[in-house]
């Protein structure tokens, strides 16, 4: 299934100030928005995932799940810079004729919410029933919910953070050094950066997983191993996949994004941020996440009014929250029967 292309016709601005013109933003929609327009899920989806999020969120959302069109009218919109519909450094810059490339202006999370605005007001989206997102989708999640607190019924935050965090930024900064010290990341063509891409992917993995994981993973059956280790190649095999299916710029440029997330910027702090959002709200956060780690959720639960709390225990690590989707459906099952008007709820753990 192809995303839909949503065109907007007037010049963009983001929160630098910098202009593009001509934005494009590629979108999914299933099932149908009913008479009461009240049964709108929106997905924000996270780093290099697209706007299909029936193949990459299968067993959460779709026929069969939680999140069904037949009962819910489903959005979800790829972002700004990412290469699956929405304009991206890869995308030509009308005024130029040519590819943006390092061209392209440096944005925030808060420009990729400004862009989803203007996609729902396209769809004549008043009310959000559900928003739902993990990771960099929870951050995103996160800043609409704050920007337009009386638009979100219910928010769903998971494996994510208020501001993102030093470490968080110093796994971004070395994903690339990687990527820059490709030397063709500066030849300004769509194959720019592969083999740095690769190396930051691999990476990106150690903080997506766990020692537990690979132990058990990628265990090698003889101790007579000497060369060609299973998690040798499954970093390969990691790596030449993400090349395979995007590019290094808009890499580069989404890691820039989640460095600069703050919900506190420009609103006197951080808690007085989070005390904005009005949304009954489910913060989950993965025991054995070390990108993320569990006391960023809990910050969230203990900020945000209306909020309920579950730990997931998951020996994945930070890609708990996408594999994990019978735990994660008993926790929503849960959470949408509890009123949490005024109150501060813990959900119970789930393994």
Not at 73 to 93: D, E, H, K, R
Not at 218 to 240: A, T
């Amino acid at each position: 299934m192809n995303a839909e292309i949503f065109k907007y016709t007037d010049t963009f601005e983001f929160e630098s100030g910098r202009a593009i013109e001509g934005l494009e933003i590629g979108f999914h929609t299933y099932g149908r928005l009913n008479k009461e327009k009240n049964n709108v899920v929106w997905v924000c989806h996270a780093l290099t995932a697209n706007s299909d999020v029936f193949d990459w969120w299968k067993g959460l959302i779709g026929e069969g799940y939680f999140f069904n069109p037949e009962e819910h009218f489903i959005v979800c919109a790829n972002i700004l810079g990412s290469p699956y519909g929405t304009t991206s450094p890869l995308s030509v810059n009308p005024v130029t004729g040519q590819p943006y490339y390092l061209s392209y202006p440096q944005f925030t999370t808060r420009d990729m919410i400004k862009a989803h605005q203007l996609l729902a007001d396209h769809l004549q989206i008043n009310n959000i029933s559900v928003l739902i997102g993990g990771s960099l989708g929870g951050q995103q999640a996160m800043e609409w919910a704050i920007i337009e607190p009386e638009r979100i019924k219910n928010l769903i935050l998971i494996a994510t953070n208020a501001k993102h965090s030093p470490w968080g930024i110093a796994f971004n900064e070395s994903q690339r050094l990687a990527i820059t010290a490709d030397r063709t990341f500066y030849s300004n063509t769509p194959e720019g950066g592969q083999k740095g891409l690769k190396a930051a992917r691999s990476i990106a993995l150690l903080s997506y997983r766990t020692y537990k994981t690979y132990g058990i993973t990628q265990q090698e059956e003889s101790d007579d191993v000497k060369d060609g280790f299973r998690s040798s190649s499954y970093q390969n095999y990691q790596g030449e996949k993400l090349v395979n299916r995007y590019n290094a710029y808009s890499y580069w440029y989404l890691t820039k994004v989640m460095d600069s997330h703050n919900v506190g910027r420009g609103r006197n702090g951080v808690d007085k941020a989070l005390s904005l959002i009005k949304a009954k709200t489910l913060v989950i956060g993965i025991s054995s996440d070390v990108l993320f780690p569990i006391e960023e959720q809990q910050y969230l639960f203990r900020h945000i009014p209306k909020a309920a709390f579950a730990e997931l225990d998951s020996f994945y690590g930070h890609d708990g929250f996408l594999i994990e989707t019978e735990a994660l459906t008993n926790i929503f099952t849960s959470f949408f029967k509890t009123d949490v008007k005024g109150k501060i709820i813990e959900l119970q753990r789930t393994a």
